[in-house]
């Protein structure tokens, strides 16, 4: 059958239809998602890899006019029948005949006098007229604003003006009944990477759409992930080589710099691709910018600053691993940036590479007229100050000369907002944009003034931002802020802490291959990822690269507990952190706490008397599965419930990354087991059935609140109580009954771990 909509545009009826196959299980959830694949191609070309799934447009609507013979033999070449179309376009009718035996013609089921869609059945051969209303002049709209930005040119949602762009895309995808229409025009007329962005959006937060396939970016725009070396030899590959004999592009590990670098020595974490799809992932999920409705989520300020803790903890995490320091802070914005960074990236879409940043640059005022954007750096400083300000008033305005408290409840939520800023800032005037304009202020100090006609660098997108260096001296700023917020907070005392009645007994990890318990191993891992959607104007097949990651063997906690009150229900919370600082000396509890990283964390119901807990590090609610990082998209369950669990369980840490990468000799860590009280953690609310909550601790759960009342790092996120007033606290001082620490090493063996024994291709 054919799927037909309609849209008039400029004095022209535009038609998407596709060629659906009769296999049960093919949808528009399908066709959506084809939506995403080889953007740099007309829509009209065939988008499916079999050869079963093509939009038709007409002809006279195609943005380049040197493509339509061309789309013309491949609607042919496929025998798709065309739609056969007359319009008016003084009454805003389209007037439409379908053509082709068996076919049935779908529009939205009802019509809308504010979207304008109508919805009819029509068998083969009949006709139909369908009032257009102001869908047209909405959507049109959006893309006049939109093409401001050319298809070729870099997008960045911490561009203001970009921002205001993809607002108004978001908000007509978010609003319209007729949203397949509507991405297609959009997708053949703007910016491709912010079309990606807006749909990507769209589809996570429209409720038709919140279980259809949002395909991984890295497959969509491969270039933001992988070596540019390797495209001439994948295109070379996928036009020489037929698809059963092709073989994979391996990527080598140093292929941005040598370890004459220190900073090398953690490219591993940096520009691992798991990593970089979460902090992605995690930006569509909680947009700074688009509908209220849609930014305005659940403790999403706090989230902003837990995540990102947490991300700095990790990747320090890693340093101390490599024997490097603790990122410094970027304090001083009138001092050097002491690293440089070289990405080594190619923009398909912007055609150029990405600029790299000489080390010892000096960030400088901005006056770029090709984004609006003009900043001195006096301005930040002067945003900066004002939220130490706040912060140690306690208190915040707001727009309307009000004042809110920064309490222990909301306070962290609301500078969340301020700090980023989102559109929920109180004040966005006085407070700024200080964290959005300081990855601009970096991503564009090789040419604040735009002299050289360069853009932005990797800083400048969240895509790429954390491959480079300073992005975590940048956020270990950002953190400075919210710490300073937290340090006016009251410690928590030994009953705010304390479980009565519950007692952590003992607490072990158990590893596969390890020698003896309280051992975590590490090694390095080759996989595969297919980028054949993501590279245009190519024949089908796959295109695989081959890249080497971290790696960690599976492990299980074993943790006993003994209740001698009656059956209750706990909270588990488990984490990591170093033991030592980069000198060799313990840590204090004060200085240990920034480091803790979230491992895992859930609700337990324990009986009377002893119980015993085996948790598989796979369950952890920090991560998504090693499986949707690296996952193969030809194997995408035909069920719908299968599809939300493939795709859109997307937002978490990386599986493959949960465990520092550790030493040769045994980094030693520690490992803390707390089990608090279930009814000061329970969040009252409704508890809607979803089928993706992976990787929670971190990205929340979708339409619901926040899974755990407590503050987000509880019990690290304050100082820690004085115990005794002669000695710094340590964290053994700091435990109550329910808590337990138990050291723990970790172990890196420097070999290489294959997926599979197939030849690989060596750029």
């Given at each position: 059958?054919f799927?037909?909509?309609i849209?008039?545009?400029?004095?022209?009826a535009?038609?998407?239809?596709?060629?659906?196959p009769?296999?049960r299980?093919?949808?528009?959830?399908?066709?959506?998602?084809?939506?995403?694949?080889?953007?740099?191609?007309?829509?009209?070309?065939?988008k499916?890899?079999?050869?079963?799934?093509?939009?038709?447009?007409?002809?006279?609507?195609?943005?380049?006019?040197?493509?339509?013979?061309?789309?013309k033999?491949?609607?042919?070449?496929?025998?798709?029948?065309?739609?056969?179309?007359?319009f008016?376009?003084?009454?805003?009718?389209?007037?439409?005949?379908?053509?082709?035996?068996?076919?049935?013609?779908?529009?939205?089921?009802?019509?809308?006098?504010?979207?304008?869609?109508?919805?009819v059945?029509?068998?083969?051969?009949?006709?139909?007229?369908?009032?257009?209303?102001?869908?047209?002049?909405?959507?049109?709209?959006?893309?006049?604003e939109?093409?401001?930005?050319?298809?070729?040119?870099?997008?960045?949602?911490?561009?203001?003006?970009?921002r205001k762009?993809?607002?108004?895309?978001?908000?007509?995808?978010?609003?319209?009944?007729?949203f397949?229409?509507a991405?297609?025009?959009?997708r053949?007329?703007?910016?491709r990477?912010?079309?990606?962005?807006?749909?990507?959006?769209?589809?996570?937060?429209?409720?038709?759409?919140?279980?259809?396939?949002?395909?991984?970016l890295?497959?969509?725009?491969?270039?933001?992930?992988?070596?540019?070396?390797?495209?001439?030899?994948?295109?070379?590959?996928?036009?020489?080589?037929?698809?059963?004999?092709?073989?994979?592009?391996?990527?080598?590990?140093a292929?941005?710099?040598?370890?004459?670098d220190?900073?090398?020595?953690?490219?591993y974490?940096?520009?691992?691709?798991?990593?970089?799809?979460?902090?992605?992932?995690?930006?569509?999920?909680?947009?700074h910018?688009?509908?209220?409705?849609?930014?305005?989520?659940d403790?999403?300020?706090?989230?902003?600053?837990?995540?990102?803790?947490?991300?700095?903890?990790?990747?320090?995490?890693?340093?101390?691993?490599?024997?490097?320091?603790?990122?410094?802070?970027?304090?001083?914005?009138?001092?050097?940036?002491?690293?440089?960074?070289?990405?080594?990236?190619?923009?398909?879409?912007?055609?150029?590479?990405w600029?790299?940043?000489?080390?010892?640059?000096?960030?400088?005022?901005?006056a770029?007229?090709?984004?609006?954007?003009?900043?001195?750096?006096?301005?930040?400083?002067?945003?900066?100050?004002?939220?130490?300000?706040?912060?140690?008033?306690?208190?915040?305005?707001?727009?309307?000369?009000?004042?809110?408290?920064?309490?222990?409840?909301?306070?962290?939520?609301?500078?969340g907002?301020?700090?980023?800023?989102?559109?929920?800032?109180?004040?966005?005037?006085?407070?700024?944009?200080?964290?959005?304009?300081?990855?601009?202020?970096i991503?564009?100090?090789?040419?604040?003034?735009?002299?050289?006609?360069?853009?932005?660098?990797?800083?400048?997108?969240?895509?790429?931002?954390?491959?480079?260096?300073?992005?975590?001296?940048?956020?270990?700023?950002?953190?400075?802020?919210?710490?300073?917020?937290?340090?006016?907070?009251?410690p928590?005392t030994?009953e705010?802490?304390?479980?009565?009645?519950?007692?952590?007994?003992?607490?072990?990890?158990?590893?596969?291959?390890a020698?003896?318990?309280?051992?975590?191993?590490?090694?390095?891992?080759?996989?595969?990822?297919?980028?054949?959607?993501?590279?245009?104007f190519?024949?089908?097949?796959?295109?695989?690269?081959?890249?080497?990651?971290l790696q960690?063997?599976?492990f299980?906690?074993?943790?006993k507990v003994?209740?001698?009150?009656?059956?209750?229900?706990?909270?588990?919370?488990?984490?990591?952190a170093?033991?030592?600082?980069?000198?060799?000396?313990?840590?204090?509890?004060?200085?240990?706490?920034?480091?803790?990283?979230?491992?895992?964390?859930?609700?337990?119901?324990?009986?009377?008397?002893?119980?015993?807990?085996?948790?598989?590090?796979?369950?952890?609610?920090?991560?998504?599965?090693?499986?949707?990082t690296f996952?193969?998209?030809?194997?995408?369950?035909?069920?719908?419930?299968?599809?939300?669990?493939?795709?859109?369980?997307?937002?978490?840490?990386?599986?493959?990354?949960?465990?520092?990468?550790?030493?040769?000799?045994?980094?030693?860590?520690e490992?803390?087991?707390?089990?608090?009280?279930?009814?000061?953690?329970?969040?009252?609310?409704?508890?809607?059935?979803?089928?993706?909550?992976?990787?929670?601790s971190?990205?929340?759960?979708?339409?619901?609140?926040?899974?755990?009342?407590?503050?987000?790092?509880?019990?690290?996120?304050?100082?820690?109580?004085?115990?005794?007033?002669?000695?710094?606290?340590?964290?053994?001082?700091?435990?109550?009954?329910?808590?337990?620490?138990t050291?723990?090493?970790?172990?890196?063996?420097?070999?290489?771990?294959?997926?599979?024994?197939?030849?690989?291709?060596?750029?």
């Open positions: 059958m799927a037909v909509h849209l008039l545009l400029s004095g022209a535009l038609f998407v239809s596709a060629q659906i009769k296999a299980g093919v949808s528009k959830f399908n066709n959506l998602a084809l939506m995403f694949g080889r953007l740099g191609e007309p829509i009209s070309l065939l499916d890899d079999k050869g079963e799934v093509v939009f038709d447009l007409p002809i006279e609507v195609m943005p380049v006019e040197r493509y339509r013979k061309k789309v033999k491949t609607l042919s070449k496929n025998k798709v029948r065309p739609v056969v179309t007359t008016s376009t003084a009454q805003a009718t389209a007037h439409v005949e379908i053509g082709g035996q068996g076919a049935t013609v779908e529009f939205p089921e009802t019509f809308s006098p504010e979207i304008g869609a109508v919805n059945a029509a068998n083969a051969g009949s006709t139909t007229t369908a009032s257009i209303g102001d869908f047209t002049t909405k959507v049109e709209d959006a893309i006049r939109a093409k401001l930005l050319t298809r070729y040119e870099q997008f960045s949602p911490f561009i203001p003006q970009h762009m993809v607002k108004e895309l978001i908000d007509v995808l978010l609003g319209t009944d007729d397949l229409t991405s297609a025009i959009c053949e007329r703007v910016n990477f912010m079309f990606m962005y807006a749909m990507s959006v769209a589809m996570l937060h429209r409720e038709d759409t919140a279980q259809m396939a949002l395909p991984p890295h497959t969509v725009f491969p270039e933001k992930y992988f070596d540019g070396a390797i495209f001439p030899h994948a295109r070379e590959e996928a036009n020489m080589v037929d698809r059963e004999d092709r073989i994979p592009l391996e990527i080598p590990m292929y941005t710099a040598t370890d004459l220190p900073e090398h020595r953690v490219a974490f940096r520009e691992d691709v798991g990593v970089n799809l979460h902090h992605w992932q995690w930006h569509l999920v909680y947009p910018t688009g509908p209220e409705s849609i930014v305005r989520k403790r999403r300020g706090e989230l902003f600053y837990y995540m990102h803790q947490q991300m700095v903890a990790r990747y320090n995490f890693e340093r101390f691993s490599n024997k490097l320091a603790r990122a410094p802070r970027f304090l001083n914005w009138r001092e050097p940036i002491a690293e440089g960074y070289f990405p080594k990236l190619d923009s398909q879409v912007a055609s150029r590479v600029p790299p940043r000489q080390a010892d640059i000096v960030i400088q005022d901005l770029r007229e090709d984004f609006q954007l003009y900043l001195d750096v006096q301005e930040m400083e002067r945003w900066r100050d004002r939220i130490f300000e706040a912060i140690h008033s306690g208190r915040v305005e707001t727009v309307n000369n009000t004042f809110i408290d920064l309490d222990e409840v909301n306070g962290i939520d609301i500078l907002n301020i700090i980023e800023s989102s559109d929920i800032s109180v004040h966005p005037n006085l407070y700024g944009d200080m964290h959005n304009m300081g990855h601009m202020f991503s564009l100090s090789h040419d604040p003034d735009h002299r050289h006609l360069e853009t932005f660098g990797v800083m400048g997108d969240p895509t790429t931002a954390m491959r480079d260096p300073v992005f975590y001296r940048w956020h270990a700023f950002v953190n400075d802020l919210f710490t300073a917020h937290k340090r006016t907070l009251t928590y030994e705010q802490l304390n479980f009565p009645g519950m007692q952590v007994t003992e607490a072990a990890v158990l590893t596969r291959g020698r003896q318990p309280n051992q975590f191993l590490t090694f390095w891992q080759k996989s595969d990822i297919d980028i054949s959607t993501g590279i245009d190519v024949p089908g097949g796959p295109i695989l690269v081959r890249v080497t990651h960690h063997e599976p299980t906690y074993a943790i003994m209740n001698s009150g009656r059956p209750r229900t706990g909270t588990v919370r488990i984490f990591l170093p033991r030592f600082d980069e000198r060799g000396t313990q840590l204090s509890l004060r200085d240990q706490q920034r480091f803790f990283i979230e491992m895992d964390k859930f609700p337990f119901t324990f009986r009377s008397g002893p119980n015993t807990i085996q948790r598989l590090s796979t369950q952890s609610s920090v991560t998504i599965p090693y499986e949707r996952r193969d998209l030809s194997a995408v369950p035909s069920d719908p419930e299968g599809q939300a669990q493939f795709y859109y369980c997307g937002c978490g840490w990386p599986q493959h990354m949960l465990v520092p990468k550790g030493s040769a000799e045994g980094f030693q860590a490992l803390f087991v707390m089990v608090s009280d279930f009814t000061q953690d329970v969040v009252n609310g409704p508890r809607i059935p979803n089928m993706c909550s992976d990787g929670h971190y990205c929340g759960i979708r339409n619901q609140l926040y899974p755990d009342r407590r503050p987000m790092g509880f019990p690290f996120d304050r100082l820690p109580r004085q115990v005794d007033p002669e000695k710094p606290t340590t964290l053994e001082m700091f435990l109550t009954p329910n808590m337990i620490v050291p723990v090493r970790i172990y890196f063996n420097d070999r290489v771990v294959a997926t599979n024994n197939r030849t690989k291709l060596v750029i």
